[in-house]
């Protein structure tokens, strides 16, 4: 079977044949690995291990599992002008950079072609899931960044830069957004958020659906519209664009949208502005909105009661999981309960084996069809382009199958954690307990913008810091911090945190309070700012949930405005 040209097959039939690709898992699996130990057995790295053969109990037997650092030194040969045949048996193409911020710094991974091939087809697969909804467009908050190239002379960029700029994309059947591609091209995100939203609005009425990769995106896109709407109504009154958009194609683009003044269209997105609370804006700028995409999952997850709050609880949907690394699967279910978002793997786009969580080295590692349900493991994946049983770092659990094929709630990362002794706090503690307190602010004029937090042991007992920025739900009013409903939070966030922290923190004292600092508004856009000043991509960027950057560290500290302390030790 040539699994490269199978998931076109499947495109072709549909959602129908979406029953046969995930009923036939192992004997597509097993094709899948087939192909590509045909195509890279007789690299470099794989040659030492396999001597040329393709044989599946041979790779499982001879072939470590990998991090990224044991496959670096790999990449970066390819990267300064060694051949491909180091890692892959075809000719890599481009090299994508992953977001950086989990684990600080950027990772560098290789592809060719069928990389945006197989994020086409994930994305075409997953709009049979939405067959039920109107037809319509969607305001989408695609962001690139100028690539650059390597020593070897192949470009290097970010995913979605990369995917916009491959004839995967070029050549997609249709074309629903609000935004030409243009705007998403135009190196400076700034005037490329204002076009988005700019142009987004021009079309209001036929929009069903407003998007980006991640949630944080779109809290960060209403920031935006707060500061420029009355700009925005100028335009659309106007017919004319900013002078301050000096992008020649975004200039011409937006002006071909604007088609000409229209008062009466400005006046009423003026009206919604002008309104005191922007509680339902979304909603109410997009009167036929159906949904919300966008990535809700993990540390995003912060970003949901923000999102409800703009969008009057239209459904959150998060419709595919996937990474710099490979594709993974699509949301079957996509307007479940977003605690409820799991993902169907599909078995054409990689290899996939999984280890049991939290056992290092030592633990099992089953195939995609031996998972068991409710069991937490970390996908190992062998792809295409030179990356051989190489840990994700994601903490994923087994919540049932669709057909043959497993469906996966994503938990946390695997590393990112907090601990100033004994205990270990995990993102999914941290998400949990951020959640609780958000409930506590529920009934407040206040609603949580951004946080991150930092394990302090500079000084004993050490304890755990969490930076908030907060804004009044009002949008004219000025944020008012009660002290008694800020340590309520600090305490609320201990009660939710782990046993042994609760023990530690109580019966010895080993653990100091819990802090929350608050931190002036347009902290955290300015955040990443700094990020993206230093590589990251504005599309890619997710504010980290442990902050592990001094520069990052110290811009925070300075924008620190209040501080509040839990009160009292949590119950054991």
């Known amino acids: ?22 009923s036939n898992v192992k004997q597509i699996q097993d094709d899948v690995l087939k192909e590509i130990l045909t195509l890279n057995a007789n690299t470099e790295y794989l040659r030492g291990y396999l001597h040329g053969s393709c044989d599946k109990e041979l790779f499982k037997k001879n072939v470590p599992v990998v991090s990224y650092d044991d496959v670096k030194p790999y990449i970066e040969r390819v990267v300064n002008g060694e051949p491909s045949n180091v890692i892959s048996g075809k000719p890599i193409t481009r090299f994508l950079l992953s977001s950086g911020t989990t684990a600080g710094k950027q990772k560098i991974f290789p592809v060719n072609n069928k990389f945006f091939e197989d994020m086409s087809f994930i994305i075409a697969l997953r709009s049979f899931t939405f067959r039920r909804w109107p037809k319509g467009k969607a305001v989408t908050l695609f962001f690139t960044r100028p690539q650059s190239t390597t020593p070897c002379g192949l470009p290097i960029s970010t995913l979605i830069t990369g995917y ?5 994309f070029k050549n997609r059947p249709s074309n629903c957004f609000t935004s030409p591609d243009e705007l998403t091209l135009c190196p400076d995100s700034k005037q490329t958020m204002y076009c988005h939203l700019l142009c987004g609005l021009c079309q209001r009425d036929e929009v069903v659906n407003v998007a980006a990769t991640f949630a944080s995106t779109l809290v960060g896109a209403i920031t935006f519209l707060e500061t420029y709407w009355k700009e925005i109504c100028s335009n659309i009154r106007s017919g004319h664009v900013s002078e301050w958009i000096t992008d ?62 703009y969008s009057n609880k239209v459904p959150l949907i998060s419709t595919v999981y996937a ?48 998972v068991k349900i409710g069991s937490y493991y970390e996908p190992l994946i062998t792809n295409y382009y030179g990356l051989h049983r190489y840990r994700m770092g994601d903490i994923l659990q087994v919540l049932g199958f669709y057909n043959g094929a497993p469906q996966f709630r994503f938990v946390r990362r695997k590393n990112v954690v907090l601990s100033v002794g004994l205990e270990v706090t995990t993102e999914e503690d941290i998400l949990k307990a951020l959640n609780n307190a958000t409930l506590v602010l529920k009934n407040s004029d206040l ?17 755990y810091i969490f930076y908030w920025e907060l804004k009044a739900k009002t949008i004219s009013d000025i944020v008012k911090l009660d002290n008694k409903l800020l340590v309520e939070c600090c305490c609320v966030m201990e009660e939710s945190l782990c046993a042994l922290y609760r023990e530690l923190r109580s019966k010895d004292g080993s653990i100091g309070a819990l802090e929350i600092r608050v931190v002036q508004q347009g902290t955290f856009n300015s955040l990443m700012e700094l990020a993206v000043s230093q590589g990251a991509s504005p599309s890619q960027y997710k504010t980290p949930i442990c902050i592990n950057s001094s520069e990052a560290s110290a811009f925070l500290e300075s924008n620190v405005v209040a501080c509040f302390f839990s009160d009292k030790s949590p119950n054991l």
């Open 164 to 168: 916009v700029l491959s004839d995967s």
């Open 1 to 22: 079977m040539q699994i490269s040209n199978l998931n076109v097959n499947y495109l072709s039939y549909g959602l129908m044949n979406l029953k046969k690709l995930t």
């Open 447 to 463: 609603v949580l913008m951004g946080f991150t937090c930092y394990a302090d042991i500079s000084t004993l007992p050490g304890h």
């Open 323 to 370: 990474s710099s690394e490979t594709m993974f699967g699509i949301n079957m279910n996509p307007f479940y309960k977003t605690q409820d978002i799991s993902y169907t793997f599909i078995p054409t786009i990689s290899y996939f084996e999984f280890i049991l969580a939290d056992e290092g080295n030592k633990g099992e590692i089953v195939d995609l069809v031996n």
């Open 248 to 309: 020649h194609s975004c200039r011409d683009a937006v002006t071909n949208i604007l088609g000409g003044g229209n008062s009466e269209l400005a006046d009423r997105i003026e009206e919604e502005c002008n309104k005191k609370s922007w509680k339902g804006i979304i909603t109410r700028l997009w009167p036929n909105v159906k949904f919300i995409q966008s990535i809700v999952t993990g540390q995003n997850s912060q970003c949901i009661p923000m999102l409800e709050f």
